[in-house]
Protein backbone atom coordinates (compact mmCIF):
# COMPACT_ATOMS: atom_id res chain seq x y z
CA UNK A 1 0.00 0.00 0.00
CA UNK A 2 1.36 3.31 -1.11
CA UNK A 3 0.45 6.07 0.83
CA UNK A 4 2.89 8.56 -0.35
CA UNK A 5 1.73 7.88 -4.01
CA UNK A 6 2.57 11.34 -6.31
CA UNK A 7 -1.16 11.90 -6.43
CA UNK A 8 -2.14 10.58 -2.96
CA UNK A 9 -4.63 13.10 -0.98
CA UNK A 10 -2.22 13.51 2.45
CA UNK A 11 -5.01 14.65 4.50
CA UNK A 12 -8.24 13.78 2.75
CA UNK A 13 -9.78 9.92 2.88
CA UNK A 14 -8.78 7.73 0.19
CA UNK A 15 -9.11 3.97 -0.03
CA UNK A 16 -6.31 2.23 0.50
CA UNK A 17 -6.07 0.52 -2.99
CA UNK A 18 -8.57 0.49 -5.90
CA UNK A 19 -11.46 1.87 -6.34
CA UNK A 20 -14.24 3.96 -4.50
CA UNK A 21 -16.83 6.54 -5.67
CA UNK A 22 -19.71 7.35 -3.04
CA UNK A 23 -19.38 7.45 0.87
CA UNK A 24 -22.07 5.79 2.08
CA UNK A 25 -23.25 5.01 5.85
CA UNK A 26 -21.68 7.97 7.19
CA UNK A 27 -23.17 7.31 11.42
CA UNK A 28 -21.56 8.27 14.52
CA UNK A 29 -21.86 5.81 17.39
CA UNK A 30 -20.02 4.95 20.42
CA UNK A 31 -17.80 7.78 19.96
CA UNK A 32 -16.92 6.93 16.16
CA UNK A 33 -16.95 8.48 12.76
CA UNK A 34 -17.94 5.67 10.33
CA UNK A 35 -17.43 6.15 6.82
CA UNK A 36 -18.61 3.69 4.35
CA UNK A 37 -17.61 3.87 0.85
CA UNK A 38 -18.88 2.40 -2.65
CA UNK A 39 -15.68 0.54 -3.65
CA UNK A 40 -14.41 -2.06 -5.96
CA UNK A 41 -11.72 -4.48 -4.14
CA UNK A 42 -10.23 -6.22 -7.04
CA UNK A 43 -10.02 -2.86 -9.75
CA UNK A 44 -9.39 1.04 -10.33
CA UNK A 45 -12.15 1.48 -12.03
CA UNK A 46 -15.55 0.90 -11.18
CA UNK A 47 -17.01 -3.00 -10.93
CA UNK A 48 -18.93 -5.18 -8.63
CA UNK A 49 -19.97 -2.75 -5.99
CA UNK A 50 -19.03 -3.63 -2.09
CA UNK A 51 -19.18 -1.59 0.88
CA UNK A 52 -15.39 -0.43 2.33
CA UNK A 53 -15.29 1.02 5.97
CA UNK A 54 -13.38 2.96 7.65
CA UNK A 55 -13.22 4.73 11.34
CA UNK A 56 -12.14 8.24 12.90
CA UNK A 57 -12.17 9.45 16.34
CA UNK A 58 -11.54 12.81 14.96
CA UNK A 59 -13.00 13.04 11.02
CA UNK A 60 -9.53 13.56 10.41
CA UNK A 61 -7.48 10.50 10.67
CA UNK A 62 -8.73 7.30 9.34
CA UNK A 63 -8.31 3.57 10.08
CA UNK A 64 -9.20 0.83 7.22
CA UNK A 65 -11.10 -1.62 8.22
CA UNK A 66 -12.31 -5.03 6.13
CA UNK A 67 -15.13 -4.61 3.64
CA UNK A 68 -18.21 -4.64 5.70
CA UNK A 69 -20.67 -5.54 2.59
CA UNK A 70 -20.11 -7.75 -0.25
CA UNK A 71 -21.94 -8.75 -3.48
CA UNK A 72 -24.23 -11.79 -2.49
CA UNK A 73 -27.24 -13.83 -4.03
CA UNK A 74 -29.32 -10.29 -4.57
CA UNK A 75 -26.65 -8.53 -6.05
CA UNK A 76 -24.23 -5.91 -5.82
CA UNK A 77 -24.24 -3.58 -2.90
CA UNK A 78 -25.10 -0.15 -4.57
CA UNK A 79 -25.09 3.05 -1.74
CA UNK A 80 -27.19 3.75 1.29
CA UNK A 81 -27.09 4.98 4.82
CA UNK A 82 -26.83 3.72 8.06
CA UNK A 83 -29.12 4.43 11.60
CA UNK A 84 -28.28 3.67 14.90
CA UNK A 85 -31.40 1.74 16.22
CA UNK A 86 -31.46 3.24 19.79
CA UNK A 87 -34.57 0.94 20.40
CA UNK A 88 -34.52 -1.92 19.38
CA UNK A 89 -37.23 -1.43 16.57
CA UNK A 90 -35.97 -3.85 14.01
CA UNK A 91 -35.65 -6.79 17.25
CA UNK A 92 -31.97 -7.39 15.68
CA UNK A 93 -30.10 -6.22 19.18
CA UNK A 94 -32.38 -7.98 21.56
CA UNK A 95 -33.15 -4.88 23.67
CA UNK A 96 -30.39 -3.25 23.26
CA UNK A 97 -28.95 -0.60 20.47
CA UNK A 98 -26.76 -1.40 17.14
CA UNK A 99 -26.55 -0.58 13.53
CA UNK A 100 -28.39 -0.94 11.27
CA UNK A 101 -27.17 -0.52 6.87
CA UNK A 102 -30.38 0.21 4.69
CA UNK A 103 -28.44 -0.20 0.90
CA UNK A 104 -29.55 -0.96 -2.27
CA UNK A 105 -29.18 -4.67 -3.94
CA UNK A 106 -28.45 -4.00 -7.52
CA UNK A 107 -28.71 -7.06 -10.05
CA UNK A 108 -30.68 -8.05 -12.91
CA UNK A 109 -34.34 -9.14 -13.16
CA UNK A 110 -34.21 -13.33 -14.14
CA UNK A 111 -34.31 -13.71 -18.28
CA UNK A 112 -33.78 -10.43 -19.46
CA UNK A 113 -31.14 -7.78 -18.72
CA UNK A 114 -33.03 -5.11 -17.06
CA UNK A 115 -31.27 -3.82 -13.91
CA UNK A 116 -33.06 -4.62 -10.61
CA UNK A 117 -32.73 -2.16 -7.54
CA UNK A 118 -34.24 -3.15 -4.28
CA UNK A 119 -33.46 -2.10 -0.42
CA UNK A 120 -31.85 -4.24 1.55
CA UNK A 121 -30.85 -4.30 5.21
CA UNK A 122 -27.54 -5.44 7.64
CA UNK A 123 -27.01 -5.12 10.93
CA UNK A 124 -23.85 -5.22 12.99
CA UNK A 125 -24.05 -5.60 16.83
CA UNK A 126 -19.89 -4.95 17.25
CA UNK A 127 -19.98 -1.36 16.16
CA UNK A 128 -19.59 -1.98 12.64
CA UNK A 129 -16.98 -4.51 12.84
CA UNK A 130 -19.11 -7.12 11.75
CA UNK A 131 -22.39 -7.61 9.63
CA UNK A 132 -25.35 -9.93 9.07
CA UNK A 133 -27.21 -9.10 6.15
CA UNK A 134 -31.11 -9.55 6.97
CA UNK A 135 -32.85 -12.85 6.04
CA UNK A 136 -35.82 -11.22 4.45
CA UNK A 137 -33.60 -9.64 1.99
CA UNK A 138 -35.17 -7.59 0.22
CA UNK A 139 -37.17 -5.38 2.15
CA UNK A 140 -38.75 -2.26 -0.46
CA UNK A 141 -39.21 -2.93 -4.12
CA UNK A 142 -40.97 -0.98 -6.80
CA UNK A 143 -40.92 -3.20 -9.99
CA UNK A 144 -42.40 -0.03 -12.06
CA UNK A 145 -39.53 1.94 -11.23
CA UNK A 146 -35.96 1.47 -12.72
CA UNK A 147 -33.30 3.74 -11.34
CA UNK A 148 -34.68 3.04 -7.69
CA UNK A 149 -31.77 3.52 -5.30
CA UNK A 150 -29.44 4.88 -2.46
CA UNK A 151 -31.79 4.97 0.80
CA UNK A 152 -31.12 7.74 3.54
CA UNK A 153 -33.04 6.73 6.43
CA UNK A 154 -33.57 9.04 10.04
CA UNK A 155 -35.71 8.79 12.41
CA UNK A 156 -38.76 11.50 12.59
CA UNK A 157 -39.22 12.42 15.95
CA UNK A 158 -42.75 13.96 15.84
CA UNK A 159 -44.10 11.24 14.46
CA UNK A 160 -42.26 8.59 15.68
CA UNK A 161 -41.19 6.54 12.73
CA UNK A 162 -38.24 5.96 10.32
CA UNK A 163 -38.61 7.60 7.21
CA UNK A 164 -36.78 6.75 3.76
CA UNK A 165 -35.51 8.97 1.31
CA UNK A 166 -34.57 7.21 -2.10
CA UNK A 167 -33.62 8.39 -5.63
CA UNK A 168 -36.38 7.15 -8.18
CA UNK A 169 -35.13 8.51 -11.65
CA UNK A 170 -36.07 12.38 -11.97
CA UNK A 171 -37.35 12.57 -8.12
CA UNK A 172 -37.32 11.18 -5.28
CA UNK A 173 -39.73 8.97 -3.28
CA UNK A 174 -40.54 8.90 0.42
CA UNK A 175 -41.37 5.97 2.64
CA UNK A 176 -42.17 5.03 6.35
CA UNK A 177 -41.64 2.38 8.81
CA UNK A 178 -41.80 1.37 12.04
CA UNK A 179 -39.20 -1.42 12.14
CA UNK A 180 -37.14 -1.06 8.80
CA UNK A 181 -38.40 -4.41 7.47
CA UNK A 182 -41.78 -3.00 6.39
CA UNK A 183 -42.17 -0.04 4.57
CA UNK A 184 -44.82 2.53 3.73
CA UNK A 185 -45.14 4.72 0.70
CA UNK A 186 -45.84 8.34 1.68
CA UNK A 187 -44.81 10.76 -0.98
CA UNK A 188 -42.56 11.48 -3.83
CA UNK A 189 -40.57 14.87 -4.63
CA UNK A 190 -39.18 16.64 -7.22
CA UNK A 191 -40.43 15.26 -10.94
CA UNK A 192 -40.86 19.39 -12.17
CA UNK A 193 -38.36 21.06 -9.75
CA UNK A 194 -34.58 21.60 -9.60
CA UNK A 195 -32.02 20.67 -12.06
CA UNK A 196 -32.95 17.50 -14.04
CA UNK A 197 -29.82 17.76 -16.40
CA UNK A 198 -29.04 14.03 -15.06
CA UNK A 199 -31.08 10.79 -13.14
CA UNK A 200 -31.48 11.95 -9.49
CA UNK A 201 -29.42 10.05 -7.53
CA UNK A 202 -27.88 9.79 -3.53
CA UNK A 203 -30.18 12.01 -1.77
CA UNK A 204 -30.25 13.25 1.89
CA UNK A 205 -33.03 15.43 4.08
CA UNK A 206 -32.31 17.12 7.27
CA UNK A 207 -33.48 19.97 9.48
CA UNK A 208 -31.25 22.66 10.33
CA UNK A 209 -31.40 26.26 12.48
CA UNK A 210 -31.31 29.33 10.59
CA UNK A 211 -28.09 31.00 12.51
CA UNK A 212 -29.45 34.05 13.47
CA UNK A 213 -33.45 33.55 13.11
CA UNK A 214 -35.08 32.54 16.78
CA UNK A 215 -36.81 29.67 16.39
CA UNK A 216 -36.60 29.18 12.72
CA UNK A 217 -35.69 25.75 11.46
CA UNK A 218 -35.70 24.85 7.63
CA UNK A 219 -35.41 21.18 6.03
CA UNK A 220 -32.80 20.94 2.97
CA UNK A 221 -32.63 18.10 0.66
CA UNK A 222 -29.45 17.31 -0.96
CA UNK A 223 -29.75 16.23 -4.58
CA UNK A 224 -26.80 14.52 -6.15
CA UNK A 225 -27.73 14.73 -10.66
CA UNK A 226 -26.02 12.17 -12.49
CA UNK A 227 -23.79 12.56 -15.95
CA UNK A 228 -25.40 13.16 -18.75
CA UNK A 229 -23.60 13.67 -22.18
CA UNK A 230 -25.04 16.81 -22.98
CA UNK A 231 -24.10 18.77 -20.35
CA UNK A 232 -19.84 19.47 -20.14
CA UNK A 233 -20.29 20.07 -16.51
CA UNK A 234 -20.90 16.07 -15.78
CA UNK A 235 -22.33 15.01 -12.12
CA UNK A 236 -23.20 18.20 -9.70
CA UNK A 237 -25.10 18.25 -6.50
CA UNK A 238 -28.03 20.37 -5.76
CA UNK A 239 -30.06 21.35 -2.63
CA UNK A 240 -33.60 22.27 -1.93
CA UNK A 241 -34.70 24.42 0.95
CA UNK A 242 -37.96 23.67 2.72
CA UNK A 243 -40.64 22.28 5.06
CA UNK A 244 -41.03 18.03 6.02
CA UNK A 245 -43.87 17.53 7.94
CA UNK A 246 -43.26 13.18 8.03
CA UNK A 247 -45.46 12.67 4.56
CA UNK A 248 -44.12 15.65 2.04
CA UNK A 249 -41.18 17.85 1.71
CA UNK A 250 -42.56 21.52 0.62
CA UNK A 251 -40.03 23.65 -1.45
CA UNK A 252 -39.80 27.25 -0.37
CA UNK A 253 -38.30 28.29 -3.78
CA UNK A 254 -39.69 27.98 -7.67
CA UNK A 255 -39.86 24.84 -9.37
CA UNK A 256 -37.53 26.54 -11.41
CA UNK A 257 -34.92 27.80 -8.67
CA UNK A 258 -31.80 26.07 -8.73
CA UNK A 259 -29.47 25.93 -5.76
CA UNK A 260 -26.08 24.37 -5.97
CA UNK A 261 -23.99 22.82 -3.26
CA UNK A 262 -20.93 23.26 -5.21
CA UNK A 263 -19.70 25.24 -8.10
CA UNK A 264 -16.74 22.84 -8.82
CA UNK A 265 -16.73 19.72 -11.21
CA UNK A 266 -15.19 17.31 -8.10
CA UNK A 267 -18.14 17.09 -5.24
CA UNK A 268 -20.59 14.10 -5.95
CA UNK A 269 -23.34 12.22 -4.46
CA UNK A 270 -22.57 13.84 -0.89
CA UNK A 271 -24.71 12.97 2.15
CA UNK A 272 -24.38 13.99 6.10
CA UNK A 273 -23.46 12.02 8.92
CA UNK A 274 -26.17 10.34 10.77
CA UNK A 275 -26.84 10.57 14.63
CA UNK A 276 -24.30 13.14 15.48
CA UNK A 277 -26.79 15.09 17.19
CA UNK A 278 -26.49 13.28 19.92
CA UNK A 279 -23.44 14.67 20.57
CA UNK A 280 -23.08 17.57 19.24
CA UNK A 281 -25.78 18.83 17.21
CA UNK A 282 -23.39 19.33 14.29
CA UNK A 283 -24.66 18.30 10.25
CA UNK A 284 -21.51 17.02 8.38
CA UNK A 285 -20.88 16.41 5.07
CA UNK A 286 -18.89 14.31 2.94
CA UNK A 287 -18.84 14.24 -1.22
CA UNK A 288 -17.17 11.77 -3.44
CA UNK A 289 -14.23 14.07 -5.21
CA UNK A 290 -14.66 12.90 -8.33
CA UNK A 291 -17.41 13.50 -11.58
CA UNK A 292 -18.73 10.48 -13.66
CA UNK A 293 -17.43 12.36 -17.00
CA UNK A 294 -13.88 11.25 -16.04
CA UNK A 295 -13.83 9.35 -12.59
CA UNK A 296 -12.73 5.84 -14.25
CA UNK A 297 -9.69 7.56 -16.04
CA UNK A 298 -7.90 10.04 -13.31
CA UNK A 299 -4.01 9.50 -13.18
CA UNK A 300 -4.06 7.73 -10.44
CA UNK A 301 -1.78 4.35 -9.62
CA UNK A 302 -2.97 1.27 -7.15
CA UNK A 303 -6.25 3.55 -5.46
CA UNK A 304 -8.56 5.70 -7.60
CA UNK A 305 -10.71 8.66 -5.86
CA UNK A 306 -11.09 10.12 -2.40
CA UNK A 307 -13.90 12.24 -0.63
CA UNK A 308 -13.92 15.94 0.68
CA UNK A 309 -12.41 17.51 3.70
CA UNK A 310 -15.70 17.01 6.00
CA UNK A 311 -17.77 20.06 6.11
CA UNK A 312 -20.50 21.49 8.55
CA UNK A 313 -23.54 22.59 6.90
CA UNK A 314 -25.77 25.81 8.05
CA UNK A 315 -28.47 27.46 7.01
CA UNK A 316 -27.81 31.31 6.63
CA UNK A 317 -30.10 34.13 5.87
CA UNK A 318 -28.78 36.28 2.79
CA UNK A 319 -30.25 38.86 0.36
CA UNK A 320 -31.68 35.38 -1.77
CA UNK A 321 -32.92 33.59 0.67
CA UNK A 322 -32.31 31.32 2.65
CA UNK A 323 -28.56 29.34 1.74
CA UNK A 324 -26.95 26.25 2.63
CA UNK A 325 -23.37 27.38 4.04
CA UNK A 326 -20.09 25.02 4.21
CA UNK A 327 -17.34 25.53 6.36
CA UNK A 328 -14.48 22.70 6.69
CA UNK A 329 -14.63 20.95 10.26
CA UNK A 330 -13.05 22.65 13.30
CA UNK A 331 -10.87 19.61 13.64
CA UNK A 332 -8.68 20.54 10.77
CA UNK A 333 -7.16 22.85 13.58
CA UNK A 334 -5.19 18.92 14.68
CA UNK A 335 -3.11 19.07 11.58
CA UNK A 336 -2.62 22.71 11.34
CA UNK A 337 1.54 23.25 11.22
CA UNK A 338 3.65 26.31 10.83
CA UNK A 339 1.32 29.60 9.92
CA UNK A 340 2.55 32.77 8.04
CA UNK A 341 0.12 36.01 8.25
CA UNK A 342 1.02 39.17 5.80
CA UNK A 343 -1.25 42.33 6.17
CA UNK A 344 -2.15 44.82 3.95
CA UNK A 345 -0.07 43.59 0.89
CA UNK A 346 -0.32 45.51 -2.26
CA UNK A 347 -0.15 43.72 -4.88
CA UNK A 348 0.87 45.95 -8.80
CA UNK A 349 -0.23 44.22 -12.25
CA UNK A 350 2.73 42.66 -13.99
CA UNK A 351 4.46 41.88 -10.59
CA UNK A 352 3.32 38.79 -9.18
CA UNK A 353 4.61 38.39 -5.92
CA UNK A 354 5.78 34.83 -5.46
CA UNK A 355 5.66 33.50 -1.49
CA UNK A 356 8.12 31.58 -0.28
CA UNK A 357 6.38 29.08 1.25
CA UNK A 358 5.43 26.15 -0.22
CA UNK A 359 2.27 24.99 -0.78
CA UNK A 360 1.62 21.12 -1.81
CA UNK A 361 -0.55 20.70 1.69
CA UNK A 362 -1.88 24.04 2.81
CA UNK A 363 -4.85 25.96 3.63
CA UNK A 364 -5.06 29.61 2.27
CA UNK A 365 -7.02 32.11 3.80
CA UNK A 366 -6.97 35.50 2.16
CA UNK A 367 -8.95 38.67 2.32
CA UNK A 368 -9.25 41.15 -0.68
CA UNK A 369 -10.15 44.70 -0.72
CA UNK A 370 -11.57 45.49 -4.20
CA UNK A 371 -10.68 48.76 -5.11
CA UNK A 372 -10.90 49.60 -8.93
CA UNK A 373 -9.09 45.85 -9.67
CA UNK A 374 -11.08 44.23 -12.18
CA UNK A 375 -9.32 40.62 -12.19
CA UNK A 376 -7.07 39.36 -9.17
CA UNK A 377 -6.51 36.11 -7.54
CA UNK A 378 -4.17 33.53 -6.10
CA UNK A 379 -2.10 30.76 -8.42
CA UNK A 380 -1.18 27.32 -6.55
CA UNK A 381 0.61 24.18 -7.22
CA UNK A 382 2.77 26.70 -9.78
CA UNK A 383 5.91 25.70 -11.19
CA UNK A 384 7.34 27.61 -14.46
CA UNK A 385 5.11 25.32 -16.63
CA UNK A 386 2.12 24.31 -13.75
CA UNK A 387 -0.26 26.41 -12.22
CA UNK A 388 -3.87 26.45 -10.77
CA UNK A 389 -5.58 29.90 -11.14
CA UNK A 390 -8.17 30.78 -8.56
CA UNK A 391 -9.29 33.95 -10.09
CA UNK A 392 -12.10 36.63 -9.17
CA UNK A 393 -13.12 38.51 -11.82
CA UNK A 394 -14.37 41.96 -10.48
CA UNK A 395 -16.56 43.21 -13.85
CA UNK A 396 -18.57 40.06 -14.17
CA UNK A 397 -18.68 39.32 -10.38
CA UNK A 398 -17.27 35.77 -10.98
CA UNK A 399 -14.99 33.56 -8.70
CA UNK A 400 -13.56 30.65 -11.42
CA UNK A 401 -10.76 28.29 -11.01
CA UNK A 402 -8.78 27.59 -14.15
CA UNK A 403 -7.08 24.05 -14.13
CA UNK A 404 -6.19 24.32 -17.86
CA UNK A 405 -2.23 24.28 -17.16
CA UNK A 406 -2.79 22.52 -13.59
CA UNK A 407 -0.79 19.62 -14.53
CA UNK A 408 -1.57 16.08 -15.66
CA UNK A 409 -5.10 17.09 -17.55
CA UNK A 410 -5.09 15.05 -21.12
CA UNK A 411 -6.92 12.11 -19.36
CA UNK A 412 -9.98 13.67 -20.20
CA UNK A 413 -11.13 16.05 -22.51
CA UNK A 414 -13.63 17.52 -20.36
CA UNK A 415 -10.97 17.94 -17.46
CA UNK A 416 -9.06 20.90 -18.13
CA UNK A 417 -11.59 23.82 -17.84
CA UNK A 418 -12.32 27.11 -16.23
CA UNK A 419 -15.38 27.28 -14.61
CA UNK A 420 -16.94 28.90 -10.98
CA UNK A 421 -19.61 30.87 -9.50
CA UNK A 422 -21.22 34.01 -9.24
CA UNK A 423 -19.96 35.71 -6.49
CA UNK A 424 -20.82 39.94 -4.76
CA UNK A 425 -18.18 41.43 -2.64
CA UNK A 426 -19.39 42.04 0.52
CA UNK A 427 -18.54 45.29 1.73
CA UNK A 428 -16.02 45.82 -0.95
CA UNK A 429 -14.09 42.59 -0.01
CA UNK A 430 -13.91 38.78 -1.34
CA UNK A 431 -12.83 36.40 1.36
CA UNK A 432 -11.42 33.14 0.24
CA UNK A 433 -10.76 30.56 1.87
CA UNK A 434 -8.53 27.74 0.24
CA UNK A 435 -7.72 23.86 0.69
CA UNK A 436 -4.99 22.70 -0.94
CA UNK A 437 -3.56 18.84 -1.24
CA UNK A 438 -2.09 16.45 -3.60
CA UNK A 439 -5.06 16.35 -6.02
CA UNK A 440 -7.43 19.08 -5.03
CA UNK A 441 -8.60 22.27 -4.48
CA UNK A 442 -11.24 23.31 -1.83
CA UNK A 443 -12.44 27.03 -1.91
CA UNK A 444 -14.75 28.36 0.68
CA UNK A 445 -15.53 31.83 -0.71
CA UNK A 446 -17.14 34.35 1.61
CA UNK A 447 -17.49 32.60 4.77
CA UNK A 448 -18.86 29.28 2.64
CA UNK A 449 -21.67 30.78 0.73
CA UNK A 450 -19.96 29.58 -2.47
CA UNK A 451 -17.99 26.42 -2.04
CA UNK A 452 -15.85 24.75 -5.46
CA UNK A 453 -14.79 21.77 -5.35
CA UNK A 454 -11.79 20.62 -8.12
CA UNK A 455 -9.02 17.75 -8.92
CA UNK A 456 -5.85 18.79 -10.01
CA UNK A 457 -3.08 16.59 -10.83
CA UNK A 458 0.18 19.10 -10.65
CA UNK A 459 4.02 17.81 -10.48
CA UNK A 460 4.76 17.02 -6.77
CA UNK A 461 7.46 19.97 -6.92
CA UNK A 462 4.73 22.47 -8.11
CA UNK A 463 4.26 24.03 -5.00
CA UNK A 464 4.16 27.59 -5.79
CA UNK A 465 2.23 30.14 -4.20
CA UNK A 466 1.91 33.46 -6.10
CA UNK A 467 -0.40 36.74 -6.19
CA UNK A 468 -1.81 38.63 -9.33
CA UNK A 469 -3.74 41.21 -10.60
CA UNK A 470 -4.30 41.70 -14.28
CA UNK A 471 -4.48 45.81 -14.42
CA UNK A 472 -4.96 47.59 -11.39
CA UNK A 473 -3.80 47.11 -8.27
CA UNK A 474 -5.62 45.04 -5.38
CA UNK A 475 -4.93 45.40 -1.45
CA UNK A 476 -4.51 42.21 0.10
CA UNK A 477 -6.03 43.54 3.34
CA UNK A 478 -4.57 39.96 5.29
CA UNK A 479 -3.49 36.67 4.00
CA UNK A 480 -2.55 33.40 6.10
CA UNK A 481 -0.93 30.51 4.98
CA UNK A 482 -1.23 27.23 7.06
CA UNK A 483 1.10 24.27 6.61
CA UNK A 484 -0.98 20.77 7.08
CA UNK A 485 0.42 17.85 8.35
CA UNK A 486 -0.28 14.52 6.54
CA UNK A 487 -2.28 11.97 8.57
CA UNK A 488 -0.36 9.21 7.59
C1 LIG B 1 -23.80 7.57 -7.60
C2 LIG B 1 -24.19 6.13 -7.88
C3 LIG B 1 -25.37 5.72 -7.01
C4 LIG B 1 -25.22 4.23 -6.94
C5 LIG B 1 -23.72 4.06 -6.90
C6 LIG B 1 -23.23 2.83 -7.56
O1 LIG B 1 -22.49 7.86 -7.92
O2 LIG B 1 -24.48 5.98 -9.26
O3 LIG B 1 -26.62 6.15 -7.51
O4 LIG B 1 -25.83 3.69 -5.81
O5 LIG B 1 -23.17 5.20 -7.54
O6 LIG B 1 -21.86 2.64 -7.33
Known sequence: VDMKEKFRPQYHFSPESNWMNDPNGMVYYAGEYHLFYQHHPYGTTWGPMHWGHAVSKDLIHWDHHPIALAPDEHGDIFSGSVVVDWNDSTGFFKGASGLVAIFTHADQYPDSDRSRQRQSLAYSTDCGRTWTKYEGNPVLAEESITDFRDPKVFWHEETHKWIMI????????FYASHNLKSWEFASE????SGSHAGVWECPDIFKLPVVGVENTSKWVMIVSIGNDSAFIEGSRTQYFIGQFDGISFTNENSDDTVLWLDYGRDNYAGVTWSDISHEDGRRIFIGWMSNWKYANETPTVGWRSAVTLPRELTLKETSDGVRLIQTPVAELEKIRREKRSWNQLFIEPGKHVSLDVSGEQSEIIAE???ESATEFGIKIRKSDS????????AVNEFLFINRINSGVTEFNEYFPCLHGASLKAENNRIKLHILVDSSSVEIFANNGQVVITDLIFPDPKSTGIELYTTNKKVKLASLVIVQLASIF
Not at 166 to 173: I, P, Q, S
Not at 189 to 192: R, T
Open 189 to 192: FGSH
Open 368 to 370: FEL
Open 166 to 173: LAAGNHVR
Open 386 to 393: EETIIGYD
